[in-house]
C-alpha cells in the first residue's frame, strides 16, 4: 500500500488561497516528518518546509510568509496564500521516520500536479546555494561505472547529504542519504548498483553497471 497519496491537481485564481494534502496511510500517521517541495518549470526541485507529526513547521531558507503548514490526523497540509504567478508548479511529498525515507511508489516522492505554490530544496533545512556545489554534467558507456560529485563548503562539512534522481517527465526519486562517515541508507527499492561514498567535502554518488534507464537528472 502508498504510505503517501496526493490529490493529482489544484488550482486557485492569484490572489486566493491554495491547500494542497499529502495524506499519510493508516499505519504510517505517526512518520516524524513530512517534507514538501516545490518544483518549478526546468528547474531542480526546491525544499519548502518540513512538517513535525504535531503539525509545527520549519521552513526552507527564503521561504515566503505565504507559505505555511499545518495537520489534521494523517493529512498534512501546505497553504499558500495570495497566490502568485510564480506559484504555478508541481508540488511534491516525502515522508520520513526518523532517519528511515519512503514514500509513495517504492521511493519516489508523491506527485501533486500543477496547482498554484512556491518554494525552497533538499531534504531536512535547505542551506543557501553556497552550501553546496555540483559538476553540472557526467557521461558514461553503458556498462561502465560513474561516480557524481556533490561539494560541500567547509562549514558545512558535517552535514548529511541526500542524493535523487529524476527521468523526464517524472517525480524526483530519493536514491539515499549520506552521511560524512560515508556510511549511507537507501530509499525502497534502490538497486545494489548505487553506492554513496565520502571524503573530506566531497560527497559521491556511484553507479555501477550503467543501464540505459539510468539517464536522469541528479540533485544533492
Sequence with gaps: DPVLTQPPSASASPGASAKLTCTLSAEHSNFDYIHWYQQSPGQAPRFLMYIRSSGSHTKGDGISDRFSGSRSGADRYLTISSLQSEDEAEYYCGAA??????????????????GDAAGG?????????????????????????????CTLSAEHSGYYIHWYQQRPGQAPRYIMYLKSDGSHTKGDGIPDRFSGSSSGADRYLTISNLQSEDEAEYYC
Design 121 to 149: 530544496g533538499p531534504v531536512g533545512r535547505l542551506c543557501a546555494d553556497p552550501v553546496l556545489t555540483q559538476p553540472p554534467s557526467a557521461s558514461a558507456a553503458p556498462g561502465a561505472s560513474a561516480k557524481l560529485t
Design 97 to 114: 521516520y526518523f532517519s528511515k525515507w519512503t514514500a509513495q511508489g517504492a521511493g519516489n516522492l508523491a506527485q501533486l500536479s500543477p
